[in-house]
C-alpha cells in the first residue's frame, strides 16, 4: 500500500470516529433537553407520594385510638366476667 492509501484509510477512520462522536453528543444534548420535564414528573409524583404518606400517617392515628377504646373495652368486660364467675 501507498503512504497515500495509508493517510486516506487512517483519515477515513478518523472521520467515522468523528462522525460516532458527534452522534453520541447529539443524544446527550437531547436527552439532556428533557431532563427538565423529567425533574417536573419526579416533583409531581413526590408530592402525591408525601401527600397519601400523610393520608395513610392520619390512618394510623385512627386505627391506633380505636385499637386502645376496643383494649380497654375488651379489659371492662374480661373484668366483668371474671367478676360473674368468682360469684
Same mark, same amino acid.
Given at each position: 500500500?501507498?503512504r497515500?492509501?495509508?493517510?486516506?484509510?487512517?483519515?477515513?477512520?478518523?472521520?467515522?470516529?468523528?462522525?460516532?462522536?458527534?452522534?453520541?453528543?447529539?443524544?446527550?444534548?437531547?436527552?439532556a433537553?428533557k431532563?427538565p420535564?423529567?425533574? !417536573?414528573?419526579?416533583?409531581?409524583?413526590?408530592?402525591?407520594?408525601?401527600?397519601?404518606?400523610?393520608?395513610?400517617?392520619?390512618?394510623? !392515628?385512627?386505627?391506633?385510638?380505636?385499637t386502645?377504646?376496643?383494649?380497654?373495652?375488651?379489659?371492662g368486660?374480661?373484668?366483668?366476667?371474671?367478676?360473674?364467675? !368468682?360469684?
Amino acid at each position: 500500500m501507498s503512504r497515500l492509501n495509508l493517510a486516506q484509510n487512517r483519515f477515513e477512520a478518523a472521520l467515522e470516529s468523528l462522525e460516532n462522536a458527534a452522534a453520541t453528543v447529539g443524544e446527550s444534548l437531547d436527552a439532556a433537553a428533557k431532563l427538565p420535564e423529567k425533574v !417536573a414528573e419526579l416533583e409531581m409524583e413526590r408530592e402525591k407520594l408525601l401527600a397519601r404518606i400523610a393520608e395513610l400517617e392520619e390512618e394510623v !392515628a385512627a386505627l391506633s385510638g380505636l385499637t386502645e377504646e376496643v383494649e380497654g373495652r375488651l379489659d371492662g368486660a374480661m373484668g366483668e366476667i371474671r367478676a360473674a364467675l !368468682a360469684r
